[in-house]
């Protein structure tokens, strides 16, 4: 916890920001976060948040299987090498 402590007072100097000042700035971007997802639950119906959803689950799906494959392809080829 100390070293949390430390790294946002380490962040607001480097940016040279008041701890005051960066403490209300992280505030303020907690309040606009939660607003939006009371924007987004209370402005689309829950379908299309399931459709929004589903796109998102399929687009991670992708890029997991982009992934493995990458893994894959490297693997082949070090046991190609080295193997």
């Not at 380490?10 to 008041?18: E, M, N, R, S």
């Not at 939660?34 to 890029?63: C, F, H, P």
Request: charged share 20%; aromatic share 10%; net charge negative.
């Amino acid at each position: 916890m100390v070293a949390a402590s430390y790294d946002n007072v380490a962040c607001a100097i480097v940016f040279g920001l008041d701890v005051a000042v960066f403490a209300a700035l992280a505030a303020a971007a907690a309040v606009i976060a939660v607003g939006a997802g009371q924007t987004y639950e209370s402005s689309l119906s829950l379908k299309t948040r399931e459709k929004i959803d589903e796109g998102m689950n399929d687009m991670w799906d992708w890029g997991a299987d982009r992934v493995d494959d990458a893994t894959d392809w490297v693997s082949d080829q070090w046991n190609r090498i080295f193997g």
